[in-house]
């Protein structure tokens, strides 16, 4: 936060970027039901190719270098056969 | 025509009570028929602000729960032609009216009046409901302060939501000095950061103290920086073209030192 005369940045510019962060994440902010469907639409899709730990799953925002990253982490049990086919008619059968 | 318009910000403490009364004194001084509604159920100050409080004899809720008929709410002000207030009840909580209420209420009041002011109580709430339920077009009040700043942006999408097209935003309590020196957000860097229209921008001014603890307006004063600023807004919301106020000011040679020295 120091600029180049070592200075300490001035208080309205550390207003500026933290209010722009700040807005950032109210802007996206997600309702809480709107997030469940999300979440329970993500398994769906996954479950057609690979059996999951449906306890284990962590579904969050996550701030990366100032942008906003919808982070799944969802523990794969095993691998459905043919799920991960490149043959378009496994594919088709689920 | 006549104009329901909504004065609201979000967060307390930045000023709306204060805006409203002087819109409504400065719109009164230019000709305009004016009522101020007092929304803030549970809350009302709009009469202190303003000096009627010793005058209340009906209510906001009254009305609406047909204790008395529209006319015998409504409070005179005895010192500006054309400028009414009606008082929110002090007893009552917000619950005591629907939006659908307020709606019938506002189309009442715009049948006599050119300017319909609304003072919106703090929050996102009933009581925000209800303010904005019966309004053409919104004035959001902020200051230049991290907290107020977001705070104005979570009601400009709300209001969005609620079909508002065009809120437009009133910056309050501008210290000139403090931006010179860097320690305030200026204008530019707000309007940056909301991306709304500005319709003016009020100096910090220690004579709104002054006039808030007389119960009489800023804009009734000529000297106040505060006063001109409102009756620049005024004139604006009548659809005049104003120049906005100069509020630039250059830090002395000497601050300048001061301030290099402490920081370096």
Redesign the interface.
């Known amino acids: 936060m120091l600029n180049w ?4 940045q ?4 550390v ?2 970027d ?3 962060l ?2 950032m994440q ?2 996206l902010a997600v309702a809480p039901q709107t997030m469940e469907q999300m979440r329970d639409d993500v398994i769906l899709a996954i479950s057609k190719y690979v059996e999951i730990d449906r306890s284990g799953i962590e579904f969050t925002w996550k701030d990366i270098d100032r942008k906003r990253a919808l982070v799944a982490s969802i523990p794969v049990i095993s691998v459905k056969r043919g799920g991960i086919s490149n043959d378009r008619t496994a594919q088709r059968s689920y | 025509m006549s104009e329901t318009i909504v004065i609201t910000s979000g967060k307390g403490g930045v000023g709306k009570t204060t805006t409203c009364a002087n819109l409504g004194v400065a719109l009164a001084i230019q000709g305009c028929k004016v009522v101020m509604v007092d929304a803030d159920i549970g809350l009302r100050n709009l009469d202190v602000v303003m000096g009627l409080e010793n005058r209340i004899v009906y209510d906001l809720v009254d009305v609406v729960e047909g204790y008395c008929r529209l006319r015998q709410a409504l409070i005179k002000d005895k010192r500006v032609d054309g400028l009414f207030l009606l008082p929110a009840a002090q007893t009552k909580d917000k619950n005591a009216v629907s939006p659908e209420q307020m709606k019938e209420l506002m189309m009442a009041l715009k049948e006599e009046h050119d300017f319909v002011l609304v003072d919106c109580p703090a929050g996102i709430e009933q009581g925000f409901k209800n303010a904005i339920a019966g309004a053409d077009s919104a004035v959001i009040v902020t200051t230049p302060e991290v907290s107020a700043v977001r705070d104005a942006d979570r009601i400009t999408g709300l209001l969005e939501a609620s079909g508002f097209s065009k809120p437009e935003l009133i910056i309050n309590r501008l210290k000139p000095k403090m931006v010179a020196r860097g320690d305030m957000m200026d204008i530019p860097g707000i309007l940056d950061i909301l991306a709304i229209d500005l319709v003016g921008v009020v100096p910090d001014d220690e004579y709104i103290v002054v006039s808030t603890n007389r119960g009489e307006p800023a804009v009734l004063q000529e000297s106040s920086r505060a006063g001109q600023a409102y009756r620049n807004i005024a004139r604006r919301l009548m659809g005049e073209q104003v120049p906005f106020m100069d509020l630039t000011e250059k830090e002395s040679v000497w601050e300048k030192i001061k301030r290099m020295v402490k920081l370096g």
């Open positions: 005369f070592g200075r300490k001035a208080p309205k510019d207003a500026k933290r209010l722009r700040v807005l109210d802007r």
